[in-house]
Antibody, heavy 124, light 106 residues
Framework: EVQLVESGGGLLQPGKSLRLSCGAS????????MHWVRQRPGKGLEWVSG????????GYADSVKGRFTVSRDNAKNSLYLQMNSLRAEDTALYFC?????????????????WGQGTLVTVSS | SYELTQPPSVSVSPGQTAGITCSGN??????ASWYQQKPGQSPVLVIY???KRPSGIPERFSGSNSGNTATLTISGTQAIDEADYYC?????????FGGGTKLTVL
């Protein structure tokens, strides 16, 4: 059974940093690209970042580019999101997501498994 | 940046067919996916590669994609299908989601 378990969320002040983690199990982690998707309270889904199977290719939404960094450790079956210079508008539930393919491309970006999410609240 | 546009809401009577559209420039030239999300739950993939159903998704869910519009069709809509639905596509190195459509079954 595929499982994605996010951790690291919390309440913090604007300008601070936070690192989210996602532990994966139930599938061959290094066969698939992974994404972070967030959902602000009462709002829709927003893609944050993606990384291909071997970390060669990464992508970011314009809203987080230069502040967030995605990474993975295939030996630990883990995905990470380093979040710096946090803003109030980064407040959201952050989902770890597994795609159906290995690459960040048109054919592989459907997300077939989602974690339960970890809540990040940025407030003074 | 690329945008996907969905109607905010769609209503359907039980047993009828619901159609949810997703519009984007030349969307038909890229794969569209659809997700169902119920309150307090994580999204679930219901259609990928325009018209393919993942294992476990009922046959009443189908999809199409041509020109500038992708459509999710739910035939014989049931009360349990009431949820938010999001389309998604890939563009220039980014994943794009539509704004979501609330499907009401009444």
């Amino acid at each position: 059974e595929v499982q994605l378990v996010e951790s690291g969320g919390g309440l913090l002040q604007p300008g601070k940093s936070l690192r989210l983690s996602c532990g994966a199990s139930g599938f061959t982690f290094d066969d698939y690209a992974m994404h972070w998707v967030r959902q602000r309270p009462g709002k829709g889904l927003e893609w944050v970042s993606g990384i291909d199977w071997n970390s060669y290719s990464v992508g970011y939404a314009d809203s987080v580019k230069g502040r967030f960094t995605v990474s993975r450790d295939n030996a630990k079956n883990s995905l990470y999101l380093q979040m710096n210079s946090l803003r109030a508008e980064d407040t959201a539930l952050y989902f770890c997501a597994k795609t159906i393919g290995a690459y960040l491309d048109n054919s592989g970006t459907s997300i077939d498994y989602w974690g339960q999410g970890t809540l990040v609240t940025v407030s003074s | 940046s690329y945008e996907l546009t969905q109607p905010p809401s769609v209503s359907v009577s039980p047993g009828q067919t619901a159609g949810i559209t997703c519009s984007g420039n030349n969307l038909g030239n890229r794969y569209a996916s659809w997700y169902q999300q119920k309150p307090g739950q994580s999204p679930v993939l219901v259609i990928y590669h325009d018209n393919k159903r993942p294992s476990g998704i009922p046959e009443r869910f189908s999809g199409s994609n041509s020109g500038n519009t992708a459509t999710l069709t739910i035939s014989g809509t049931q009360a349990i299908d009431e949820a938010d639905y999001y389309c998604q596509a890939w563009d220039s190195g980014t994943v794009v989601f539509g704004g979501g459509t609330k499907l009401t079954v009444l």
